[in-house]
């Protein structure tokens, strides 16, 4: 059944172009050179009779937020500088909403970075270590390059604790190291369940790439000081900025560390000592893009008018148990993620268990899942399932807070009739 949104302006569901219904409906769209999908009926063949109304599930950019028109962003400050007080002010308020709606501790600081959160989280890096051995846990490819920064480009005295895809190292972190970890692994489907293993009284400080936990997970800031995220995940927003969110702890390291490394101009923070407060007050560090601002200030109008964080985590996770209930009954897939505690309700990444595919090799088992992913964006069911292309192969499906879980009930017919399709035709 299609999920019904609550409407706030000036938040009015419309129609896409080629969605002939309001986007609460998933209801059928025409496709192109093929039968018409139409609300309880069959198509051609054994094919579902419903598809998405929406069925964008890219893990980055991610899906737009419902209802989103291009008139959303009539309003972005086109032909100004990001300097003038009118982009300062557009600047300030993505800063301000971003801490209100995360729910930030007041003495949190917030700044807007360059090169999405790649960028938040090495600024993070290059500012904050080298005072302590720092450890860095590893269970996909992003964490697996956080070590690749800490070891080999930064040369520190540290330690990596890894595990495979679908498992967690040992979170284990002695109170005077720093660490330098992802809060959801975003190409494994494994996140950290709790901060419980980070001490309270610690003196070291802790790095978190939070690029798709923020706005769809609860975080314990009290145990983190220096998190990192883009607005292209969890909001869906527009790619190349990133956010960086500092604690007390990590603005006293930096103005009290002196980093032994040369620091590129767009990761400096400090200047003569001194935190350079215009970074978190609007006046970035390089030239953002104010059509994606706006967007961003779009999207989070739309989080707070539906309900603010608790909403966002409560439509991810509605998301997730749809998706769940599908893979609990499923004979060919099941998730990477072993552990239930442990399993991402964003980055929901699943492995292929037919018999006939894992028989494959490697390189054949690729090819089908790219068979598979070519064959749903063909008949426009879904795109971007495939899994990352570091991670083993299999599927992923982005279940953040704006996709609607209506798609994603929708979406499993037709991930059956795909992987039917592949060895019908075999």
């Known amino acids: 059944m299609a999920e019904t949104l609550p409407v706030h302006a000036p938040f009015r569901l419309a129609?896409?172009?080629?969605?002939?219904?309001?986007?609460?409906?998933?209801?059928?769209?025409?496709?192109?050179?093929?039968?018409?999908?139409?609300?309880?009926?069959?198509?051609?063949?054994?094919?579902?009779?419903?598809?998405?109304?929406?069925?964008?599930?890219?893990?980055?950019?991610?899906?737009k937020r419902p209802g989103r028109t291009p008139e959303a962003i009539s309003g972005a400050l086109l032909g100004?500088?990001?300097?003038?007080?009118?982009?300062?002010?557009?600047?300030?308020?993505?800063?301000?909403?971003?801490?209100?709606?995360?729910?930030?501790?007041?003495?949190?600081?917030?700044?807007i970075v360059p090169a999405s959160d790649t960028g938040a989280v090495e600024m993070a890096m290059w500012n904050l270590l080298g005072p302590r051995p720092v450890d860095v846990f590893a269970w996909e490819s992003f964490g697996q390059d956080w070590v690749t920064d800490t070891i080999?480009?930064?040369?520190?005295?540290?330690?990596?604790?890894?595990?495979?895809?679908?498992?967690l190292p040992e979170l284990r972190l002695p109170k005077d190291h720093d660490a330098v970890f992802v809060w959801n692994g975003t190409t494994s489907g494994v996140r950290v369940p709790d901060g419980d293993w980070i001490s309270t009284d610690r003196e070291g400080i802790t790095i978190c790439d939070a690029t798709s936990a923020a706005f769809a997970m609860e975080l314990p800031w009290h145990k983190l000081d220096a998190v990192t995220f883009s607005w292209?995940?969890?909001?869906?927003?527009?790619?190349?900025?990133?956010?960086?969110?500092?604690?007390?702890?990590?603005?006293?390291?930096?103005?009290?560390?002196?980093?032994?490394?040369?620091?590129?101009?767009?990761?400096?923070?400090?200047?003569?000592?001194?935190?350079?407060?215009?970074?978190?007050?609007?006046?970035?560090?390089?030239?953002?893009?104010?059509?994606?601002?706006?967007?961003?200030?779009?999207?989070?109008?739309?989080a707070e008018s539906i309900g603010g964080l608790p909403a966002?985590?409560?439509?991810?996770?509605?998301?997730?148990?749809?998706?769940?209930?599908?893979?609990?009954?499923?004979?060919w897939v099941d998730f990477l993620a072993r552990d239930p505690s442990c399993r991402s309700n964003t980055s929901v990444c699943l492995e292929i268990i037919d018999p006939a595919f894992t028989r494959l090799d490697e390189q054949a088992q690729r090819a089908t899942v790219k068979r598979f992913v070519g064959m749903l964006e063909e008949e426009q069911a879904a795109y971007?399932?495939?899994?990352?292309?570091?991670a083993p192969p299999g599927l992923r499906v982005w279940c953040g807070a704006t996709v609607n879980s209506s798609d994603i009930e929708a979406l499993t017919p037709w991930l059956d009739w795909a992987w039917a399709q592949i060895w019908l035709h075999a």
């Open 15 to 63: 129609p896409l172009p080629w969605c002939p219904e309001p986007l609460t409906s998933a209801a059928a769209r025409p496709l192109h050179g093929a039968a018409t999908f139409q609300k309880g009926k069959r198509m051609n063949g054994s094919k579902p009779a419903v598809r998405p109304a929406r069925p964008f599930f890219s893990s980055g950019p991610c899906a």
């Open 80 to 111: 100004r500088s990001h300097r003038s007080a009118a982009g300062k002010a557009k600047l300030k308020e993505a800063i301000d909403r971003t801490h209100a709606l995360l729910g930030l501790p007041a003495d949190f600081r917030v700044a």
């Open 152 to 167: 080999k480009q930064l040369k520190l005295e540290g330690h990596a604790y890894s595990a495979p895809y679908g498992e």
């Open 232 to 302: 292209q995940k969890a909001l869906g927003g527009e790619a190349a900025h990133g956010m960086l969110v500092l604690s007390p702890r990590a603005i006293e390291r930096i103005q009290t560390h002196t980093p032994a490394w040369p620091m590129p101009k767009i990761f400096r923070l400090v200047k003569n000592g001194q935190l350079i407060e215009g970074a978190f007050v609007g006046e970035t560090l390089n030239t953002p893009s104010m059509l994606a601002v706006e967007d961003y200030l779009d999207t989070l109008g739309w």
């Open 312 to 331: 966002l985590i409560a439509r991810s996770q509605a998301s997730f148990r749809a998706l769940s209930k599908w893979v609990r009954h499923s004979k």
């Open 384 to 390: 971007d399932v495939g899994g990352h292309a570091n």
